[in-house]
């Protein structure tokens, strides 16, 4: 995580107190920045498509 970057947009570019920055979660500071773009949520193709490659193990009685 880039605090320092982060740190200075919030405080600098945006004019936030220290207590207002602390208090943003990350993705009300990514509004308040601009930040677009971000990836969508998994679909259930590329879920499914993980569960294939990794698939649950059964445990023995003895694995608890």
Do not use: C, N, S
């Amino acid at each position: 995580m880039d605090w320092t970057g982060l740190l200075q947009a919030g405080l600098g570019r945006l004019h936030l107190r220290p207590a207002e920055f602390w208090a943003l979660t990350p993705i009300e500071l990514q509004l308040m920045l601009g930040v677009t773009g971000t990836e969508a949520p998994m679909g259930r193709m590329r879920l499914d498509d993980l569960l294939k490659a990794y698939p649950d193990e059964l445990k023995d009685e003895d694995d608890g």
